[in-house]
């Protein structure tokens, strides 16, 4: 089994910052590509950011400059730091992981259930 649990969520003010991690457990032989997606109100979701295990990482063109993505390859963990955030950076972010399973060397990705985020005054 292989769990992806996000965290960090929460209501914030329109121009504060957020940081969400990520972390992954279970069987996992190696801890591959890890993905930042949101899915605001009546929308589909979106690709955020994305980081490798060798720590190149990837923005959404709509993120740059505000977001950054990191991780610790030593926690199995991977980070989202959110800043200057806007109402319109309301919704859902949800994590996924890119794993090869212990044991059976199964390739999977793997997807967290989300942790709210609500940007509001």
């Known amino acids: 089994q292989v769990q992806v649990v996000e965290s960090g969520g929460g209501l914030v003010q329109p121009g504060n910052s957020l940081r969400l991690s990520c972390v992954v457990s279970g069987d996992i032989h190696r801890l591959l590509t890890m993905e930042w997606y949101r899915q605001a109100p009546g929308k589909q979701r979106e690709f955020i950011a994305s980081v490798t295990e060798g720590y190149a990482t990837r923005l959404a063109n709509t993120m740059k400059g505000r977001f950054s993505v990191s991780r610790d390859n030593a926690k199995n963990t991977a980070y989202l730091q959110m800043n200057t955030l806007s109402p319109e950076d309301t919704g859902v972010y949800y994590c996924?992981?890119?794993?090869?399973?212990?044991?059976?060397?199964?390739?999977?990705?793997?997807w967290g259930q989300g942790t709210q985020v609500t940007v509001s005054s």
């Open positions: 996924n992981a890119d794993v090869i399973k212990l044991v059976t060397y199964r390739r999977g990705t793997y």
